[in-house]
């Protein structure tokens, strides 16, 4: 429970919550609420009575049905567990109606409509990378007092997922909660283990990440050539975010308001990314990834390391080579960034209570151990991560504690650091250069640096009061 709460925002929650419940009897059980009146009856009277004579219109009366409508995405699999979610959901809860509505594709861009046109979903998924720009335009219902007076046990869910979903009025991270996560997804090297067998090389260590210089060797022995041309790489293409923090560098400063990757340990990290492409040639460049991407690569065995998340396990483990997990190199400690997808709730939602139960229920323990038992989520709740419902021992990978070593150590991406990332996407657009190695990634990233730091002030002016 965090200290910014007043006694009265909570007191006034568990009023609204309680006295929703009260107001409707009992979600899960109309028995109960039957012998609540059932009892008040009799205590008025002195004793139990069964007057046929009674009016009619003191029975008591059926829960209005409530609809909903609730919007994610997933593929085939996913959107089944979730049906069968919510239909678990509905038979605990006979007053709710769950329209469950599933984008399959584009979902950003469609909910984008959706919100602008203002008749959003009452609860829907919220991709991290989109919450600052969704909360801060009061889209999201805050749910800080439920959560406070729920089941939900925060103090048991992973610190990172839980403060990317935070909001104070300027910057993200911080102030009360706006979603629970639905899910954490931490980055780790998956490698290809007959590869390794093949060629002579020991696998990565589950405990201790390799170092650049580590890394660089091992995919070099794992680079097969005939002539100038590359059959087999190494290691697929970096996800550099992770590479930078795993360097000691950082994106923004402490307070957010100033650009910071044009130091030396994240320019370096860079240069190290582009290397390994057009110097050492044991990722494949731009060109490569044109015939084949890194993804179908991996999958048919021409290349030995690929860098994903957790997400990844349910296909993978189609796959007819045996494989395993790593930790992301670093030159140091264990270091990288994860992802999320949040649970949230529209402000213009008519039912309130309704859809925080939808949020609690597939936030709390119970959606989290049947989207975790399909493999492709670590649970948000860290008591959960260390049992055989995330551990799957018998199935692959071997080491899937690295996932939850991982979730500990690894922070929010650096898009959601600020409510309006256009400074980021001014990044990525102006990094070509230093990816076609054209130019040193610290000379570009100090081309960069005053151009950025002005977008970071221009689309987040609240931090700068």
């Given at each position: 429970?965090?200290?910014?709460?007043?006694?009265?925002?909570?007191?006034?929650?568990?009023l609204?919550?309680?006295?929703?419940?009260?107001?409707c009897?009992?979600?899960?059980?109309?028995?109960?609420?039957n012998?609540?009146?059932?009892?008040?009856?009799?205590?008025?009277?002195?004793?139990?009575?069964?007057?046929?004579?009674?009016?009619?219109?003191?029975?008591?009366?059926?829960?209005?049905?409530?609809?909903?409508?609730?919007?994610?995405?997933?593929?085939?699999?996913?959107?089944?567990?979730?049906?069968?979610?919510?239909?678990?959901?509905?038979?605990?809860?006979?007053?709710?109606?769950?329209?469950?509505?599933?984008?399959?594709?584009?979902?950003?861009?469609?909910?984008?409509?959706?919100l602008?046109?203002?008749?959003?979903?009452?609860?829907?998924?919220?991709?991290?990378?989109?919450?600052?720009?969704?909360?801060?335009?009061?889209?999201?219902?805050?749910?800080?007092?439920?959560?406070?007076?729920?089941?939900?046990?925060?103090?048991?869910?992973?610190?990172?997922?839980?403060?990317?979903?935070?909001?104070?009025?300027?910057?993200?991270?911080?102030?009360?909660?706006?979603?629970?996560?639905?899910?954490?997804?931490?980055?780790?090297l998956?490698?290809?283990?007959?590869?390794?067998?093949?060629?002579?090389?020991?696998?990565?260590?589950?405990?201790?990440?390799?170092?650049?210089?580590?890394?660089?060797?091992?995919?070099?022995?794992?680079?097969?050539?005939?002539?100038?041309?590359?059959?087999?790489?190494?290691?697929?293409?970096?996800?550099?975010?992770?590479?930078?923090?795993?360097?000691?560098?950082?994106?923004?400063?402490?307070?957010?308001?100033?650009?910071?990757?044009?130091?030396?340990?994240?320019?370096?990290?860079?240069?190290?990314?582009?290397?390994?492409?057009?110097?050492?040639?044991?990722?494949?460049?731009?060109?490569?990834?044109?015939?084949?991407?890194d993804?179908?690569?991996?999958e048919?065995?021409?290349?030995?390391?690929?860098i994903?998340?957790?997400?990844m396990?349910?296909?993978?483990?189609?796959?007819?080579?045996?494989?395993?997990?790593?930790?992301?190199?670093?030159?140091?400690?264990?270091?990288?960034?994860?992802?999320?997808?949040g649970?949230?709730?529209?402000?213009?939602?008519?039912?309130?209570?309704?859809?925080?139960?939808?949020?609690?229920?597939?936030?709390?323990?119970?959606?989290q151990?049947?989207?975790?038992?399909?493999g492709?989520?670590?649970?948000?709740?860290?008591?959960?991560?260390?049992?055989?419902?995330?551990?799957?021992?018998?199935?692959?990978?071997?080491?899937?504690?690295?996932?939850?070593?991982a979730?500990?150590?690894?922070?929010?991406?650096?898009?959601?650091?600020?409510?309006n990332?256009?400074?980021?996407?001014?990044?990525?657009?102006?990094?070509?250069?230093?990816?076609?190695?054209?130019?040193?990634?610290?000379?570009?990233?100090?081309?960069?640096?005053?151009?950025?730091?002005?977008?970071?002030?221009?689309?987040?002016?609240?931090?700068?009061?």
């Amino acid at each position: 429970m965090t200290q910014w709460k007043k006694t009265l925002g909570v007191l006034t929650a568990f009023l609204v919550l309680t006295g929703g419940t009260i107001g409707c009897g009992s979600s899960g059980n109309t028995d109960n609420g039957n012998n609540s009146a059932a009892t008040t009856n009799a205590s008025s009277n002195g004793a139990a009575t069964t007057d046929n004579s009674a009016d009619a219109n003191n029975a008591p009366k059926e829960e209005e049905l409530v609809k909903i409508q609730f919007a994610g995405w997933g593929d085939p699999t996913e959107k089944e567990v979730f049906s069968k979610l919510i239909a678990s959901f509905e038979a605990k809860n006979p007053n709710i109606d769950v329209d469950y509505l599933h984008i399959p594709s584009d979902y950003v861009g469609k909910m984008n409509t959706i919100l602008a046109g203002g008749n959003a979903p009452d609860v829907f998924y919220v991709p991290d990378g989109d919450f600052g720009r969704w909360v801060s335009q009061d889209l999201l219902l805050p749910i800080e007092d439920y959560v406070n007076v729920s089941n939900i046990d925060t103090a048991d869910m992973w610190d990172s997922a839980l403060l990317r979903y935070r909001y104070d009025g300027s910057v993200t991270g911080k102030g009360p909660l706006y979603a629970l996560p639905k899910d954490i997804g931490p980055t780790v090297l998956y490698y290809n283990k007959d590869l390794f067998t093949k060629m002579g090389v020991p696998y990565p260590s589950a405990d201790t990440p390799m170092t650049f210089d580590q890394l660089l060797e091992t995919a070099q022995k794992l680079t097969v050539k005939e002539g100038d041309k590359v059959t087999q790489y190494g290691m697929g293409p970096i996800w550099w975010e992770g590479f930078v923090l795993g360097n000691g560098g950082t994106f923004l400063s402490d307070d957010k308001k100033e650009f910071l990757l044009n130091s030396k340990e994240a320019a370096d990290a860079l240069q190290f990314a582009v290397d390994l492409a057009h110097k050492h040639k044991v990722v494949p460049d731009s060109r490569a990834l044109q015939a084949m991407n890194d993804g179908q690569m991996f999958e048919t065995g021409k290349l030995a390391m690929i860098i994903q998340g957790r997400w990844m396990v349910p296909t993978y483990r189609k796959l007819k080579f045996d494989w395993d997990v790593a930790p992301l190199p670093a030159n140091g400690k264990w270091a990288g960034w994860s992802g999320s997808v949040g649970l949230g709730i529209s402000k213009k939602t008519k039912h309130q209570e309704a859809a925080y139960k939808l949020v609690e229920f597939l936030g709390g323990p119970e959606g989290q151990k049947e989207q975790s038992l399909m493999g492709f989520a670590i649970p948000s709740f860290k008591s959960m991560a260390n049992t055989d419902v995330f551990l799957q021992p018998g199935q692959k990978p071997e080491h899937a504690e690295v996932f939850i070593k991982a979730a500990e150590s690894e922070i929010p991406g650096p898009w959601t650091n600020l409510p309006n990332a256009k400074w980021w996407d001014m990044l990525n657009q102006n990094l070509g250069p230093m990816w076609e190695a054209k130019k040193p990634a610290q000379d570009v990233l100090n081309e960069l640096k005053p151009k950025i730091d002005a977008a970071i002030k221009e689309g987040n002016p609240a931090i700068f009061k």
